[in-house]
């Protein structure tokens, strides 16, 4: 699933990198919107490490799976530009 909000008062609901509180005041706006798009399942295989996994790169299976979702499937299905920061520094900025 992925999930793309959009606020008039402009917090963005995602709870990565907000509060409770800001998350809680964003999703009570009446002007706040969600567009929820629901994706097949997909089970990698064989042919999706051959072509997506860099191994040489020192990345684990896990990753390229999480990294190829990420940036092929949900970020161009909704037209999202991807920052280049990990989970792990936006937790740290916090």
Do not use: C
């Not at 798009?37 to 295989?45: A, E, G, L, T």
């Not at 996994?53 to 909704?78: L, M, T």
């Not at 990990?86 to 740290?92: C, G, I, P, R, V």
Request: aromatic share 20%; charged share 25%.
């Amino acid at each position: 699933m992925g999930f793309k909000y959009w606020s008039w008062n402009g917090i963005s609901p995602q709870n990565d990198t907000i509060g409770p509180y800001h998350f809680f005041f964003g999703m009570m706006s009446a002007a706040t919107t969600v567009n929820i798009k629901i994706y097949p399942v997909f089970k990698p295989n064989d042919f999706f490490f051959e072509n997506h996994w860099r191994k040489d790169q020192g990345e684990e299976k896990w990753e390229a799976f999480a990294r190829v979702i990420r940036e092929e499937v949900i970020a161009k299905s909704f037209g999202f530009s991807l920052a280049e920061s990990m989970m792990e520094e936006k937790m740290d900025y916090k």
